[in-house]
């Protein structure tokens, strides 16, 4: 049974709303500890986007904590933004020039190193799961 829904009142087809707050109101860490896993990463990364004097702390929070995940790609991708987010920051015409704001380096030992960990644990798994089907 198909059923034709109105585009406008199918909440899967609205267009994101992106909006940005100013002036927040907003305990960072306080918010983040209400969270756990890879939610308190998507939220601290919500933030970032919408919130542009929390983005440096909320994108240096949310790169320590994928490090205590496996998820090389997202550490890779949150590395990314937060070295944008440091220039932009630097090339703001009211920026201070000793505030200093430098992004952590990208942590290359750290990747290789989750990533052959992360292989070795998918083919253990792998491995397990062969073993219980035969």
């Not at 100013?22 to 305990?27: A, I, Q, T």
């Not at 920051?89 to 942590?107: F, Y």
Request: with cysteine; charged share 30%.
């Amino acid at each position: 049974m198909q059923i034709d829904v109105d585009p406008q009142e199918d909440p899967q087809n609205a267009p994101d709303v992106n909006y940005v707050v100013e002036n927040p109101s907003l305990d960072l860490e306080q918010y983040a500890a209400s969270y756990s896993g890879l939610m308190r990463i998507e939220r601290l990364q919500f933030i970032a986007d919408h919130c542009p004097t929390l983005r440096v702390e909320a994108l240096k929070m949310a790169l320590s904590f994928v490090q205590r995940t496996f998820n090389v790609d997202m550490y890779e991708e949150i590395h990314r933004k937060l070295s944008e987010a440091t220039r932009e920051l630097q090339n703001a015409p009211d920026a201070i020039p000793e505030s200093g704001v430098e992004p952590p380096p990208l942590d290359t030992a750290w990747v290789e190193a989750t990533r052959k960990k992360a292989l070795l644990k998918l083919e253990k798994l792998d491995t397990d799961l062969k073993n219980y089907k035969g």
